[in-house]
């Protein structure tokens, strides 16, 4: 697989870069398909009191109409008493539906804000750009979009008006007020059916600039490297530091045999030196541990050193498979331990 191809998920750093640049995945969609449902809901659940206010108004517009003698004044006057009393009505619910559209956005994009996306670009005004934009994928989607809902909210209103065109055609025979009331329901039952559709649309484009977004932010293989190597450190140097501790631990660990009392062996797999004071401490410490060859080297520093070598394979290897290099040794091995001990010392004509 070529270098050159965005097949490497997106590592944090790369998406907070995108996130600082203002590129992140947003659906206006949604925004605008929850914005518009919601206001339809809060307008449906207030109808009754809007009955009452809006016949007030008209009361108050036709009231003030007879009342007096009509001038620019009194008409001024009339109009800014129905606008205040119309204002009380629309203002909560105009602020309800904002409220809602910024929750949306935030819960899509998180609190966020990009100088970058607003820095003037000369490419932003670059008529080849203009005109290459025009004609991208995004356009064409975007396209696609009004056309998939012009076709749907038309359908949706061609068989909506066919449902209730019976019921139309009779409203002549009905009353002022049951008309007034027959088309604010309709156009309520409508407007919740076509919220229905936009929020469906608006969820489809969500997942798709979801998509386009994670595919966009992409790295390649070269990327991440490059990436590693600034926030890591190059991985040569990297494997060049670790081989170095290991290095200066080594020779940390070959410095304590001297110090040791034993090493137990497997006798060729490994090798354990142990240590112990009964003055300073609780149990017997592992100093160093080794297998294979750093077995041999630890059974040569020993040699050097005249540090006794006990073959006892099983405590060996329990040894170097429980106790890391500078812990004591656990209570389940004391005995077993305190018998190599006891061992050396007797060969050495110690007292303990």
């Keep these: 697989m070529p270098d050159g191809e965005r097949t490497e998920q997106a590592t944090p750093r790369r998406r907070e870069e995108a996130r600082r640049r203002g590129q992140i995945a947003i659906s206006h969609e949604l925004i605008s398909g929850l914005g518009f449902i919601s206001g339809v809901m809060i307008i449906a659940s207030l109808i009754p009191m809007m009955y009452h ?29 129905v606008g205040y009393k119309l204002s009380l009505i629309l203002l909560p619910i105009f602020g309800i539906i904002f409220v809602v559209i910024l929750l949306v956005g935030f819960v899509q994009t998180g609190f966020l804000f990009s100088s970058e996306a607003i820095t003037p670009k000369i490419s932003r005004i670059n008529p080849f750009m203009g005109i290459r934009r025009i004609f991208s994928k995004r356009a064409l989607i975007d396209i ?10 038309g359908y949706l209103g061609y068989s909506f008006i ?28 409508f407007s919740q059916q076509a919220g229905i559709v936009l929020l469906a649309i608006g969820v489809l484009d969500y997942m798709l600039q979801r998509r386009e977004f994670e595919a966009s932010i992409r790295m390649t293989r070269e990327e991440l490297k490059e990436e590693l190597k600034e926030t890591e450190g190059d ?21 304590e045999i001297k110090k040791a009392d034993v090493v137990i062996t497997n006798p060729v797999e490994y090798a354990v030196a142990l240590r112990y004071d009964i003055k300073t401490m609780n149990a017997p410490i ?13 059974k040569n520093e020993a040699r050097r050193w005249n540090i006794p070598i006990v073959v006892n394979p099983p405590l060996a290897q329990m040894l170097y ?24 010392y007797r060969k050495r004509g110690k007292v303990v």
Excluded: C
Aim: net charge positive; charged share 25%.
């Design 286 to 298: 592992v100093v160093a541990k080794g297998a294979r060859l750093m077995a041999e080297r630890i």
């Design 321 to 344: 498979k429980l106790v890391e290099v500078g812990e004591e040794i656990p209570p389940k091995l004391y005995q077993a331990v305190a018998e190599v001990l006891a061992y050396v």
């Design 144 to 153: 696609l979009k009004a056309i998939m809902k012009l076709i749907l909210l």
């Design 235 to 255: 991985p040569l140097i990297r494997s060049r530091i670790k081989q170095r501790q290991r290095e200066l631990a080594t020779r940390r660990m070959m410095q």
């Design 53 to 81: 206010q809006l016949s007030l108004i008209l009361i108050t517009f036709i009231g003030g109409m007879h009342r007096s003698e009509i001038t620019v004044q009194n008409l001024r006057d009339i109009v800014m008493d």
């Design 162 to 189: 066919g449902n209730i065109s019976t019921s139309i055609f009779s409203l002549w025979k009905t009353s002022l007020s049951n008309t007034f009331r027959f088309t604010i329901d309709n156009i309520i039952r």
